[in-house]
């Protein structure tokens, strides 16, 4: 591995198949995000989103209430669940997952014309959503947002004040279960600092970063 990362353009492919040749450009390419409930993932995303605005961010369609503050069409499209199941049964969703109670899916087509517009798309979704999309893409790259450490993320958690008791211990449980298929992502990216995670992450999602690629970003925080 050494000297690779430094001696092409950082567009340059890897192992991986239809990855472009050395001195290709890369097409654009769909990253997906996921992490644990409560490691940051919209503050991480959010600040990619103001660092680069070409990216396309979809938007997912949810059964789940708005929390206060959340917008209709710009956090979430809130629908109800006949709604959903209308959109799943006419295939407008690129994937979709139930995640504590609620339904969480992404709609197909924004992605699929951002793409053929040329520009990268992000999702941030959950495991289960992640691993349809590597069924159905295995172009994409999965990054998981790692905590620094599990206390760290039950801290945030807990300290977030926008769920119930139960609705928190729901969310842990599935954040151990996130956390345990790590290996299956790309990328694994610790969010310590949510600037230099959102960095890491523009990297990723404009096809740099390919040289460290599949790599561990663990072992650096701790
Ligand atoms: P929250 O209710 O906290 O906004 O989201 C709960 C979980 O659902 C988070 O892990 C979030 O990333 C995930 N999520 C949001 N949108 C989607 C989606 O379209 N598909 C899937 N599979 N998960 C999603």
Same mark, same amino acid.
């Given at each position: 591995m050494s000297g690779v990362g430094q001696d092409y353009p950082v567009t340059r492919g890897t192992d991986?198949?239809?990855? +472009?040749?050395?001195?290709?450009?890369?097409? +654009?390419?769909? #990253?997906?995000?996921?992490g644990p409930s409560g490691v940051g993932k919209s503050s991480v995303v959010g600040q990619l989103r103001r660092l680069e605005p070409n990216v396309y961010f979809s938007v997912s369609v949810t059964t789940r209430a708005p929390r206060p503050g959340e917008v209709d069409g710009s956090h979430y499209h809130f629908v109800d669940p006949a709604e959903f199941d209308r959109m799943v049964a006419e295939n407008r969703l690129l994937e979709w997952a139930e995640f504590?109670?609620?339904?969480?899916? #992404?709609?197909?087509?924004?992605?699929e014309r951002a793409l053929a517009d040329g520009?990268?798309?992000?999702?941030?979704?959950?495991? /289960?959503?992640?691993? /349809?999309?590597? *069924?159905?893409? +295995?172009?994409a790259r999965l990054v998981m947002l790692m905590p620094p450490s599990w206390d760290e993320l039950v801290g945030r958690l807990t300290g977030r004040g926008t769920e119930s008791e139960t609705a928190? *211990? *729901?969310?842990? *449980? /599935?954040?151990? /279960?996130?956390?345990?298929a790590a290996g299956e992502f790309d990328v694994r990216l610790v969010n310590a600092d949510v600037e230099v995670a959102a960095r890491r992450l523009l990297d990723l999602v404009t096809g740099g970063g390919i040289s460290a690629d599949r790599c561990d970003d663990t072992e650096q925080h701790e």
């Open positions: 991986r198949d239809g990855e +472009p040749a050395a001195g290709e450009l890369s097409r +654009p390419r769909l #990253t997906v995000v996921s504590a109670g609620n339904r969480y899916g #992404t709609p197909r087509e924004p992605v520009r990268p798309a992000v999702l941030e979704i959950e495991l /289960q959503g992640a691993r /349809q999309v590597r *069924a159905a893409m +295995p172009d928190v *211990a *729901a969310r842990l *449980a /599935q954040a151990e /279960q996130e956390l345990a």
